[in-house]
C-alpha cells in the first residue's frame, strides 16, 4: 500500500499550528504569570544583577519553559507549512520505479513535476480552484489511474472527444496516423515478453512535438481491432515503452478524469538507481 504522503503532510500542517495557536491564546498565559511571579522573587536585585545570577537566570528559564509539544509544533510548522505549499501548489519531486516510459523516463529518474501547470487544486481533495488550461497531446503527466489510489506517470495520446487506436504498434488519433521515425534498435532483455525481436526505438510526433518511444515491431496485435472513444473531460495515456505499459489500454476504466491530473513531468533533475546518484540525465523531459 503506497503512503498517502500529501494527506500526512497536510494532518501535520494542521496539527502543528492548531497547537502554536492554542499556545498563542490559552497555554502561554500561564507561563506569562508565572514569569512575573518569578520576577517578582528577585525584586532586590538590579538589572545588571540578574543577568550574571544564576539562580535568576534557571528560575526564569523554568518559568517561561514551554510543553515539549508545544516547542516542537512552533520549530516545526514553518518548515511543513513551506513543503506543503511548495509540493501541493508548485513542485513535487517523484522518483520513477518502473520501465513503463523508458527511453524518455528509466528506473531511478527523480522528476520535478508542475503542479499549477493545469490550474490549482486543493491538496488532498483533488478540487480545482483555478484553471489555467488543459493538458495537450504530448505532455507527460502525473496523475490518479481510474481505478486506484496511486500516482502513475504516462504520456497524454487522447484529449476529449478523440478516438485512440493502434495497428501493428503504430499509434492514431482520430484516424490520422502518428508519424514514428526509425531511430535505432534496443537490444534491452526481452525475458518474459511477447516479442522475440530486437525492440524499436522510434521517434513519434504528436502535435508537433517529438518524443521516444520503444516498441516491439511485431507487437501490438492484441490491440488493432480497438478503438478508444475519449469522453468529455477525460484523457487516454500511454506509456512511452508501448510494449510494457500498464495504462489505459489495459485498465477496466481506460479514460482518467480530469480531478485525477496532478501535474506535468517536466525535467529529470537527478538519476539514482544503484551506487552514487548522477547528474547524467538531469534535463528537460520532451
Avoid at 59 to 71: D, F, G, S
Avoid at 184 to 194: F, I, L, P, Q, V
Amino acid at each position: 500500500m503506497d503512503i498517502n504522503l500529501p494527506l500526512i503532510l497536510m494532518i501535520a500542517v494542521v496539527a502543528t499550528g492548531v497547537i502554536w495557536i492554542l499556545d498563542l491564546v490559552f497555554w502561554s498565559s500561564p507561563r506569562k504569570r508565572a514569569v512575573i511571579a518569578a520576577d517578582a522573587q528577585f525584586g532586590s536585585l538590579t538589572a545588571a544583577e540578574k543577568e550574571s545570577d544564576a539562580g535568576y537566570q534557571a528560575t526564569m528559564k523554568k518559568a517561561a519553559k514551554e510543553p515539549l509539544l508545544v516547542e516542537y509544533s512552533k520549530s516545526f510548522f514553518p518548515i511543513l507549512a513551506i513543503v506543503f505549499v511548495l509540493r501541493s501548489f508548485l513542485i513535487e519531486p517523484f522518483k520513477i520505479p518502473s520501465e513503463s516510459m523508458v527511453p524518455t523516463l528509466e528506473v531511478g529518474d527523480f522528476i520535478a513535476v508542475n503542479k499549477y501547470t493545469y490550474g490549482i487544486r486543493l491538496p488532498v481533495f483533488r478540487i480545482k480552484l483555478l484553471d489555467f488550461g488543459p493538458p495537450k497531446r504530448g505532455d507527460v503527466v502525473v496523475f490518479f489511474p481510474p481505478h486506484e489510489d496511486r500516482y502513475f506517470i504516462k504520456r497524454l495520446v487522447g484529449l476529449p472527444g478523440d478516438s485512440v487506436q493502434l495497428k501493428d504498434n503504430v499509434l492514431y488519433v482520430n484516424g490520422q496516423m502518428i508519424v514514428q521515425e526509425p531511430v535505432g534498435k534496443d537490444e534491452t532483455s526481452r525475458y518474459g515478453t511477447a516479442c522475440w525481436v530486437d525492440y524499436q526505438i522510434v521517434n513519434e510526433r504528436i502535435d508537433e512535438k517529438m518524443h521516444l518511444v520503444r516498441k516491439c515491431p511485431t507487437g501490438g496485435r492484441a490491440w488493432n481491432d480497438q478503438i478508444w472513444t475519449v469522453p468529455e473531460g477525460h484523457y487516454f495515456m500511454m506509456g512511452d515503452n508501448r510494449d510494457n505499459s500498464l495504462d489505459s489500454r489495459a485498465w477496466p476504466d481506460p479514460f482518467v478524469p480530469d480531478r485525477n491530473i496532478v501535474g506535468k513531468a517536466f525535467a529529470i533533475w537527478m538519476h539514482w538507481d544503484e551506487g552514487l546518484p548522477n547528474f547524467g540525465r538531469a534535463g528537460a523531459i520532451k
